[in-house]
């Protein structure tokens, strides 16, 4: 009886520590080779103006070709090869000035755009886009918002100036919610949280009911016409 205690013991340290393998382990959504799973939102293929250049994942206008004028599809492109439901994601990026994007995360298709369904890790050239568009930007547009709903805190974010490499990470669960800038946590939140609620239902997305109600979803970069730049994209499921 003694060994057979011993022998489950050891059994389920050993599915223990496999496990916490397993969710130790980066899948890599991009390695700089490849565009593989990579496609338009609801689309097939690639939209005009993305290409791999020296391992970065780019779209620049430039890149946008002649016979690419017609095209009416999506700009905004997800990684399609698989959805996601808690994760730990890390992206490194960069934008010129008065550059804008952002990150998507539990992304669903089948809608007018991804804004009004999936949450939005908001990146921007926050010292000039103002000034450049001409446009008056409230604190919930700004980088490492969770768009138009949590605001980061100032004190601890670090961002970058246009055209250098910062890094962004999300971590997502049901529990709670972090937005890292560079090294430092800028944001928490709980998700489905009645003060998310409140938040969802008398804001941008009060006239969007779908807007963040789905638990699982795709990994998507909005393209708003900047140019833009993704490497060492990587995300760990937990």
Avoid at 5 to 33: E, M, P, T, Y
Avoid at 52 to 77: A, H, K, M, N
Wanted: net charge negative; with cysteine; aromatic share 16%.
């Amino acid at each position: 009886m003694r060994n057979f205690v011993l022998v489950f013991i050891l059994v389920s340290l050993s599915c223990s520590d496999q496990h916490r393998k397993k969710s130790n382990d980066w899948i890599a959504l991009f390695d700089g080779s490849s565009l593989n799973g990579w496609r338009a939102y609801n689309g097939e293929v690639m939209p005009p103006g993305w290409k791999i250049i020296d391992s970065v994942l780019t779209f620049t206008t430039e890149q946008i070709l002649e016979e690419d004028y017609d095209y009416t599809g999506s700009r905004d492109i997800i990684f399609g090869a698989e959805e996601f439901d808690n994760f730990e994601l890390y992206v490194e990026w960069k934008i010129p000035e008065g550059g804008n994007s952002g990150i998507f995360y539990h992304l669903k298709e089948g809608y007018e755009g991804a804004s009004v369904v999936a949450p939005e890790y908001q990146l921007l050239d926050d010292e000039n886009y103002a000034e450049i568009h001409n446009y008056e930007l409230k604190d919930w547009q700004l980088t490492a918002a969770d768009y138009a709903m949590h605001v980061p805190d100032t004190l601890q974010k670090t961002l970058y100036p246009p055209n250098n490499w910062n890094s962004s990470r999300i971590i997502f669960t049901p529990e709670n919610v972090e937005h890292w800038l560079n090294g430092k946590k800028v944001l928490s939140f709980v998700p489905w949280s009645k003060e998310w609620y409140q938040k969802k239902n008398s804001g941008k997305w009060n006239n969007a009911p779908d807007y963040g109600k789905f638990r699982i979803g795709y990994i998507g970069f909005q393209d708003h016409g900047s140019n833009l730049y993704f490497k060492n994209i990587k995300i760990k499921k937990l």
